[in-house]
């Protein structure tokens, strides 16, 4: 996993594929109201198009594409916008996680519910990726003899 | 040795098997699980979220509001937990790189 | 009879892939076959799970202008299924932890064979 694969056209695939997977992974998030779908699976995808880079090309190669020390922060952000509309919900008048008390003026509150749904879904994605791409990197890094 | 494995494998598969009997057939709309008040006079919650989902969250996805509205608590309690694995494989594979 | 199978025979089908991998953790000397022992067993248990919130007639929990919301025989019951969304997510992390305590242990002892450890360990 750490050195590239040895055939060019394992790594040409995979760097056609990429982008378009993410792409899709995006949408199944953002339409999680609509149709089947939601944070844990756009996240599960993410991480998948960025996964399938790093085993075809190995470390030197994919570092370009999402650097390593980056995704424990991101993984620590995605948990903090979770609990942050909860606070800020309990902050503004009502309970834990009551979205119907958001502070934002003049919307009535099925559609203040609507838009707290959503953004705990982008939350949940964002953390379910960089955990997914941390655990990969850490077995990768790790598998030296002693 | 590998002759009692099997027997108590062949033994637990028929003990399950004989406790399904009294299980109510599957799909019934007239379940205790699908109807709408359950014996105690209480109310029962699939039928509650089928019925007041679009109503309170402006949302036709009945599985998104349950999961992030009606039992938020278990999803932020879930992140938690996924966080907390993402760091243990950081530490066990840490140790071996530093000797 | 024909209706008593018709309707539990799905209960015994996700007890047979129980009882599978059962077999893979008791029967099995390596410790990574034992592992994806577990990994069916508990494909198992969120199968069960999610065939019992069938209805007869019933569709997809989203609901559509043409079926009232109203009359809950539409629809299935959508609680089974978020909890589960949470324990397959919850399963792979698990997943994970376990295979860095394999490396780990790989790591220490150059081994995967449970007679062998046990015999290094004392």
Known sequence: MRTQYDSLIVLLGARFLSPYIMMFGLYVIFHGHHSPGGGFQGGTLLAASVLLVRVAGGRLVARRQIKEFITTPLAAVGVVIYFATGMTALVAGGSFLDYGHLPFPGINPVLLRYYGILSIEIGVGLAVMSILIMIFDNMAKGEDFV | MKTIKMLILILFFSVLAYGTVDLPYRGDPDNLMNRET???????????????????????????????????????????????????TVLILRRNRRR | MCDFFLGHYSYWLTMFLLCIGLYGVLMKKNLVKKTIGLTILQSSIILFYVSIAAKWDATVPISDPSRP???????????????????????????GVAFALLMAIFNRYQSLDEQEILDMIE
Do not use: C, F
């Open chain 2, 38 to 88: 359950s014996i105690t006079g209480t109310p029962v919650a699939g039928n509650y979220y089928i019925r007041k989902a679009y109503e309170d969250a402006g949302t036709i996805n009945m599985v998104t509001v349950v999961l992030a509205d009606y039992r938020g608590v278990d999803t932020l309690g879930e992140q938690v937990v996924i966080y907390s694995a993402g760091l243990i």
């Open chain 3, 69 to 95: 919301v109203t009359d809950a025989s539409n629809y299935l019951n959508p609680l089974p299924h978020t909890l589960m969304l949470t324990a397959i997510v919850v399963g792979v992390a698990t997943l």
